[in-house]
Every structure is written in structure tokens, then in C-alpha cells.
């Protein structure tokens, strides 16, 4: 089945530090999506993508869909604590529009 | 503008016994989709409905296990004979169509002691 890697699997940074992380896939994917994870809650989207090379930001986050439609990127510039949390990826398969999740950035902020 | 809404945020039960969750998906969205999240994984697909058609159902979704949603509004989440291994974090999520963006509700804290 469809599967993403995503790296790594964890992150400890300085505030104010950028923050890069991305998902691959042994698939072709339509759209990518970034959510974040806060301990109890459900993901809550960052950024959506609906086109191979797009590059779209919302704030500091910025994001891309990369040409091969296999992978995908998610930058943090200028990270302060509430960025705390767990960012996941996810494809939108042609297949329903169901998402096909990776495992997950756990990223920590140091003040 | 209302979310996701998923009802209890927390369960616990016995093994053995039955329990049932709901969600009430945003309220133009005809596609509804449930998840399950165990701690350190992403959220893996269950199941999902367009309007109140049940149209894929993953391997994960064993017999104890189904969903309904009978008016192509809420929806419910029913496993039976609770297993241990059923504890988990169950995921809601709505969209309005197809390739359209996925929102999640706060979830339901299922623990089987």
C-alpha cells in the first residue's frame, strides 16, 4: 500500500531557529497537506497543495509540492515556542479523497 | 463557523463491552471520513461516507467495528467487544468534496482497561 517517510523523526531547536522538514512517497499524490498535532487534540491544518512545483506560505510556514508529485517540504522560519508540537504530512490519493498520513515531526522549541 | 464536533472526547470502557462514538462533521461537507491514531503514528484510515453512502471501508476496520450515517449528517462509530488493543485515538474528519481539504475534529480518547 501507499506509504510516506518522513524526516525526521524529531527535531530540538533554539527559538528563532528555522526548521525544515520533509515527505516522500513511493506514490504520486494529487494534493499535499500539512497539519499540526497538539498532545490530546485532533491535526489541524497548516497548508494544502494542489499543484506539482507549487510553493505556498501561510505566516512563517512555507511549503512545497515537489515536481515528481512524490514529496513535499514544510519550513519554520524563525521558530518561537508555540510551534511546539507534531507536524504531519498527508497525500490525497485519487482514491476518494482519503489522506495517507506520515509518522510524524516532533518538533520542540527551546526558549 | 462550527467545526468537527466528536462526542465523548474520552472513553473508558472494559474489555468486552460495547462502545459508541459520534460526529457531527461541518455542516455544508458531504464527505466524512474516520480515523484511528495510536500514540507516535500518523492517523490511518478507516472508513468513509459521501452523504450516507459507506463508500470504502479499510482492512483495519475488522467486523466489531462499523459506522453509520444515516442521514448524510452525523455520524456514528460503533465497536463491539472491546479489545485492549482497540485503545486509541478515533479521529473525525469532514471536507466537501472529492480533493477538497480535510478537517479533523478534536477526536475521542478510546482506553479498554
Known amino acids: 500500500g501507499q506509504q510516506l517517510n518522513q524526516s525526521p523523526q524529531s527535531m530540538f531547536i533554539q527559538e528563532g531557529e528555522d526548521v525544515s522538514m520533509n515527505c516522500t512517497s513511493s506514490?504520486?499524490?494529487?494534493?499535499w497537506l500539512w497539519y499540526k498535532q497538539d498532545p490530546g487534540e485532533g491535526p489541524v491544518l497548516l497548508i494544502a497543495l494542489y499543484k506539482a512545483g507549487e510553493l505556498t506560505s501561510n505566516g512563517r510556514l512555507t511549503a512545497q509540492f515537489g515536481i515528481t508529485r512524490k514529496d513535499s517540504f514544510l519550513n519554520i522560519s524563525a521558530s518561537i515556542p508555540s510551534d511546539v508540537g507534531i507536524y504531519f504530512c498527508a497525500g490525497q490519493s485519487n482514491q476518494g479523497g482519503k489522506l495517507i498520513f506520515g509518522q510524524g515531526t516532533e518538533l520542540s522549541v527551546k526558549p | 463557523d462550527t467545526g468537527v464536533s466528536q462526542d465523548p472526547r474520552h472513553k473508558i470502557t472494559k474489555r468486552g463491552q460495547n462502545v459508541t462514538f459520534r460526529c457531527d462533521p461541518i455542516?455544508?461537507?458531504?464527505?466524512l471520513y474516520w480515523y484511528r491514531q495510536t500514540l507516535g503514528q500518523g492517523p490511518e484510515f478507516l472508513t468513509y461516507?459521501?452523504?450516507?453512502?459507506?463508500?470504502?471501508k479499510s482492512r483495519l476496520l475488522s467486523d466489531r467495528f462499523s459506522a453509520e450515517r444515516p442521514k448524510g449528517s452525523f455520524s456514528t462509530l460503533e465497536i463491539q467487544r472491546t479489545e485492549q488493543g482497540d485503545s486509541a485515538m478515533y479521529l473525525c474528519?469532514?471536507?466537501?468534496?472529492?480533493?477538497?481539504?480535510?478537517?479533523f475534529g478534536s477526536g475521542t480518547q478510546l482506553s479498554v482497561l
Open positions: 455542516s455544508e461537507h458531504n464527505r
Open positions: 461516507f459521501q452523504n450516507e453512502a459507506q463508500l470504502e
Open positions: 474528519a469532514s471536507s466537501s468534496g472529492q480533493y477538497e481539504k480535510l478537517f
Open positions: 506514490s504520486i499524490f494529487n494534493t
